[in-house]
């Protein structure tokens, strides 16, 4: 038989257990570092890894994981932005720092130098002590302006996503249901799908950039438009039975505003000078008694 019919496939127990990924093969257990990448036992051999231990049983190695994780001070980001904080793992204890303070260092935590930052055992431990403080807490904290035309805003334990056009975001207002598009979620990624799909059904076109290049920058439903701003108003069917000659269309602000930066400058240019020529010709119009006298007499 080959080499290969004789190959014993390595069989992951656990993934991620405070940075490592515990895996059996052939009889034998392994602790292996995550950023080291897939298992290879050749690579264990030749000590190629810089942090993987070996051992009979599980428990075992995850001992051994547990015994250098205690030593080892490097701070390991095991989770983004929950609730609006940082969940560290650094060395026996996991942390919770409110974002906009910077990067995690377990000195300053340990100087008070934080404002907030909450200290426990476990991930679930810190996890309670943010929801324990965002209950009470009932400060609006902008997440994200303009997504999709909505600002993500994080007030008490939820998380709201408001249209632009309704203003700055007010819990009375909103308990009082006096806006007519905000989401809430509990989580940013839960309100963001919430708005994805309400733009997607939404087919109402909301102006998001006016006179780029000669081009007005629309969303409607799923996609964006720019629309060449001597076409007139926006209208989706207009676009769908293609009666206009210059509007781009595309999933995101950037890829439309990407095929107006690749119109030809001349083709631009007649854009301009047909703008112009408007204003000018509307100026010609105005009724004399409106003109200033100085002009009349320049003339």
Request: charge should be neutral; include cysteine.
């Amino acid at each position: 038989m080959s080499e290969n019919e004789h190959r014993v496939e390595p069989y992951l127990l656990v993934n991620g257990y405070r940075g490592f990924n515990i895996l059996v093969y052939d009889s034998r257990c392994f602790a292996l570092a995550c950023e080291e990448g897939a298992f290879d036992i050749l690579k264990v051999a030749r000590n190629e890894y810089r942090r993987c231990f070996e051992g009979l049983s599980a428990d075992e190695v995850m001992a051994k994981v547990e015994e250098a994780a205690d030593q080892d001070v490097s701070p390991r980001l095991k989770e983004r932005g929950y609730s609006g904080f940082d969940i560290i793992e650094c060395g026996p204890m996991v942390y919770a720092l409110q974002q906009g303070q910077g990067e995690f260092d377990l000195k300053k935590f340990e100087s008070k130098e934080y404002t907030r930052c909450f200290v426990g055992k476990s991930a679930e431990e810190v996890k309670k002590q943010v929801d324990e403080v965002a209950a009470r807490d009932l400060t609006p904290c902008l997440r994200e302006h303009g997504y999709r035309g909505f600002n993500i805003i994080e007030c008490g334990p939820m998380v709201y996503a408001l249209a632009h056009d309704e203003g700055a975001f007010d819990l009375k207002k909103l308990e009082r249901k006096e806006y007519t598009r905000c989401l809430v979620e509990k989580t940013v990624a839960e309100v963001k799908r919430l708005v994805d799909e309400a733009s997607a059904q939404d087919l109402t076109p909301w102006l998001r950039e006016q006179g780029f290049r000669g081009f007005n920058i629309i969303e409607c439903g799923p996609l964006f438009y720019a629309l060449s701003q001597d076409e007139g108003a926006f209208d989706l069917r207009k676009f769908q039975r293609k009666e206009y000659r210059r509007c781009f269309s595309g999933r995101s602000l950037n890829e439309v505003k990407k095929h107006v930066i690749e119109v030809p400058p001349i083709q631009r240019s007649l854009v301009y000078r047909t703008l112009n020529g408007l204003a000018s010709l509307m100026r010609n119009r105005e009724p004399a008694a409106h003109r200033d006298p100085a002009q009349s007499i320049r003339r």
